[in-house]
């Protein structure tokens, strides 16, 4: 299974010391053809910060209307944004957060038992700096422990393009 990494905008309202668009020329990154979704099981829509810059809905329904293999779209989205911007993702079958600071702990554990989150059956939890440990998370979650990266290095089986 190939996952589409879609970057959505570059633009992010954070200055995350090893952000992995500050490592990239994002001039380089290809722009995404009918070929790389025809290659995928799954999108993700990232960006910069998908969520306030991009309308993640209309884009989700587009790729699944357009490409009715693509099993899910999810979104990767900060707490802090995801939890302003909720009602803006009914199309949306699962949310990867990103856990960065301590504004997105207090965002993350305002919204991890909201029922539109909670319905969904595959929302992980990336955690930076062990802000919320493991036995933190809830139940529903995949907990996935991150370190910063000096130098960005994309999971093997992603594509990672730009709409």
Not at 106 to 127: G, H, M, Q, T, W
């Amino acid at each position: 299974m190939k996952t589409l990494h879609l970057m959505t905008t570059s633009i992010c309202d954070r200055d995350c010391p090893n952000c992995c668009n500050k490592q990239m020329n994002l001039n380089r990154v290809k722009y995404a053809s009918r070929d790389d979704f025809m290659k995928c099981d799954v999108v993700c829509i990232t960006g910069g910060e998908p969520i306030l810059y991009s309308n993640v809905n209309e884009i989700a329904k587009k790729i699944k209307t357009n490409y009715p293999h693509i099993n899910r779209v999810y979104v990767y989205a900060n707490a802090f944004e995801l939890l302003r911007g909720l009602d803006k993702t009914d199309s949306i079958d699962g949310f990867s957060v990103s856990i960065k600071c301590l504004p997105d702990v207090a965002a993350f554990r305002a919204l991890e038992n909201d029922p539109r989150i909670s319905a969904l059956n595959s929302n992980k939890l990336y955690v930076f700096d062990r802000l919320i440990k493991e036995d933190e998370a809830p139940r529903g979650w995949e907990y996935v422990e991150r370190e910063w990266q000096e130098k960005f290095k994309p999971a093997k089986n992603c594509i990672f393009r730009k709409i």
